[in-house]
């Protein structure tokens, strides 16, 4: 078990108290919501350590993998905003790495290579020997009382972080090579929570 750090909190993905887990994604609103709840006495654990017989509550925020992709690159990549590179041992991608450029380099690494941002979504949920809930980012208005009900607070609303990017619809970005390369390297996330170009 590892004690909750907000320095560690972007390594670190499943979060348990008082039987209840969230499955942290990133790029999946994941600064909201720690911005917007209280996670003092929440631990973080790595999968292999959870005993999921004893979760009786448990929630994961999904997003179109078109859409996160961009927000990815947009964040961290063609604009230089934060000035880290990701944690990618064999293709790091340099400021101002092209769009395009980006897809390619994300799309010939396998989920072990990724990093995080980018990593699939289904990889976070692989294994996870319960019962959770799926909220979609585009609803997450519409089920958060589902989230406030697994994090134990009647919070009314989320606080929007000031990171949140500002920038054009994720369809904007894309060709038709990009988008049949995308589609086959995420196939598994579109298929498993219902998303399209």
């Not at 209840?20 to 911005?35: E, G, Q, Y």
């Not at 654990?45 to 999904?62: E, L, P, Q, R, Y």
């Not at 019962?131 to 134990?152: A, F, H, Q, R, S």
Request: include cysteine.
């Amino acid at each position: 078990m590892l004690v909750f750090d907000k320095d560690m909190y972007k390594y670190d993905f499943y979060f348990v108290k008082d039987n209840k887990l969230w499955i942290r994604v990133p790029k999946n609103a994941s600064t909201t919501i720690r911005a917007t709840f209280d996670f003092n006495g929440w631990d973080s654990f790595n999968k292999s350590d959870i005993d999921f017989s004893k979760i009786t509550k448990s929630f994961m925020i999904c997003r179109n993998p078109f859409d996160r992709l961009v927000s990815c690159w947009f964040d961290r990549v063609g604009f230089v905003r934060r000035g880290g590179i990701f944690r990618i041992p064999t293709n790091p991608f340099l400021h101002n790495t092209s769009f395009e450029m980006f897809i390619k380099g994300v799309c010939t690494l396998t989920d072990e290579e990724s990093d995080h941002h980018f990593r699939s979504q289904s990889w976070f949920v692989e294994n996870v020997d319960c019962d959770y809930e799926v909220i979609k980012i585009e609803e997450i208005n519409d089920n958060w009382d589902i989230i406030t009900n697994v994090l134990g607070e009647k919070v009314n609303t989320f606080t929007i972080h000031k990171k949140k990017s500002k920038r054009e619809e994720y369809q904007t970005y894309y060709n038709s090579e990009l988008i049949e390369l995308v589609e086959k390297r995420y196939n598994k996330d579109l298929k498993l929570f219902n998303y399209s170009y």
